[in-house]
C-alpha cells in the first residue's frame, strides 16, 4: 500500500472516532439541560438539595414489655408405661375362651381367659373326700381314746395301748390338717383356670388363640398401665446441678410439659418431676430424669417419642420481645429500634432465652418500654423514615389528593427526562 492510502485511512479514523465522541458526549448535556430546565420550571416533586423526599416505610412495632419468665430445660424423651404386665398362665391346660378384645381397657380383677377347669375341679373334690375320710377316722381314734381312759384307772387297758391310742389320735389330726392344706392347693389351683387381670391397663395383640393347649410359659396378652404414665428424659451433666437446686429450692415438684416432635406444641401438660437418676452416664456425659404424667385422655403413648420441656426457675421482670423482631447479623443478633423521630436504628442485642413459641428473653441491648420493628424489616435500613403501626393494623389507603399529588410528581418527572 502507498504512503498516500495510508494517510487517508488514518484521517478518516479519527475522523469517524471524533464523531462518536461528539456524539456522546452531546447527549449528556442535552439530559442535564432538560433536567435543570424541568427543575426550573417546577419543584414540587424535589426538595431545596435536590433529592427526592422519601415516605415513610409502613411497620409494625411492639414494645418492650417486662414480665416473669419461666426457664425451661429441653430434652428429648420416651414416654414408658407405668407398669407392663405379661399375662401367662399359671396351670397348664386347653384355653377354652378369651374374655377381652384387643387394645380393650381392663380393670384390676377382670377376667381374662379361661382355661378348662375339669382336672383341677377333680382334684379339689378329691381333697374334699380325703379331708371327709381323715376325718372320720380322727372321730373314731378320739373314741376310742375316751373309752381307754375311762378304764386305763380299773386296770383294763395297759399304758402302751393308751399311747398308742393318743399318737393314733394325733397322727389323725396331721392327717387332716394335710387334706385343709390338699384343699386349699387344690382350690388355688382351680381359681388358677381363670385368667385375671392383675392392674388397670390396656391389652396388646393376643398371643394365642382360644382351643390351644397353653402352659406355663405361654403368653396370652401384655398389659400396659396407661394412667398415670412415665416420660424418661436425658439432660447434659452440667444441668444436674440447676436440677437439683430448683427441686430443692421447691417444695412442690418441678413441672415437665411433653411437646410433639414435629411441629413443638404440647400433648401433655401438668408432668411432675419423680426422680433423678443417681449416677451419670460416663459413655455420654447425660443422667436420667423420670417425670410422671395423669395422661388422662391418653394422648402419650408408651414407645412414643417426645420433646420434654422441664421448668427450672422463673425470672422476675425479664424483658419480651416477639422472636421475629431479633434478626441474625454478622456480628450477632440486633433489632430495628424505633426511635422518638420516626427513624430506626440497628440495635445489638442478647437472647436470654426462649419465652414459648413466640416470644424470646432479651438480656441485654433494651430496656421496658422500647419500640421495636416486628414486620417490615426487610425493608428498612439504618436511618429509614418508617410509620409504626400496632400488630394487625394496615396502612390507611391514599387521598385523592395524594393521588393527585403523586400523578402530577410523576408527569413532571417524565417531562424532564423528556426535555431538550
Known sequence: MSRFWKIALIVIAVIIVGGVGFRLMHKPGEGQ????????QGGS??????????????V??????KRDV????????????????????????????LKFT?????????????????TFQANYQQALGKKAQDEALLATARANLARSQNLAPQGYISKQDLDTQRNQVSQYQAAVAADVAAIASSQVQLGFTKVISPIDGVTGIRGVDPGNLVTTTSTIVTITQLHPIYVMFTLPEQNLEAVRNASRASTDPLQVTALDRVDAHAIANGGQLKVI?????????????????????????????????????????????????VQRGPDGD???????????????????????????????GLKEGDQVVTEGQFRLKPGSKVKGLKPGEVPAAPTAEELQQQGKKGQRNGGGRRGG
Open 60 to 65: 409494625t412495632v411492639e414494645p418492650v414489655v
Open 277 to 325: 437418676d443417681n449416677q451419670i452416664d460416663t459413655t455420654t456425659g447425660t443422667f436420667r430424669l423420670r417425670s410422671q404424667f395423669a395422661n388422662e385422655k391418653g394422648d402419650l403413648w408408651p414407645g412414643q417419642f417426645v420433646n420434654v420441656r422441664l421448668q427450672v426457675r422463673t425470672v422476675a421482670g425479664g424483658l419480651v420481645i416477639p422472636s421475629q423482631a
Open 334 to 364: 440486633y433489632v430495628y429500634q424505633m426511635q422518638a423521630d420516626n427513624t430506626v436504628k440497628m440495635q445489638p442485642v442478647k437472647v436470654a432465652g426462649e419465652v414459648g413459641d413466640s416470644h424470646v428473653m432479651i438480656g441485654a
Open 102 to 118: 384387643e387394645g380393650q381397657e381392663v380393670k384390676q380383677g377382670d377376667v381374662l381367659a379361661e382355661i378348662d377347669p375339669r
Open 33 to 40: 439541560g432538560g433536567q435543570a430546565a424541568g427543575n426550573g
Open 45 to 58: 416533586g424535589k426538595g431545596g438539595d435536590g433529592k427526592d423526599k422519601e415516605a415513610p416505610v409502613p
Open 70 to 97: 419461666p426457664v425451661y430445660l429441653t430434652a428429648l424423651g420416651t414416654v414408658q408405661a407405668l407398669n407392663t404386665v405379661t399375662i401367662n398362665p399359671q396351670v397348664s391346660g386347653q384355653l377354652m375362651s
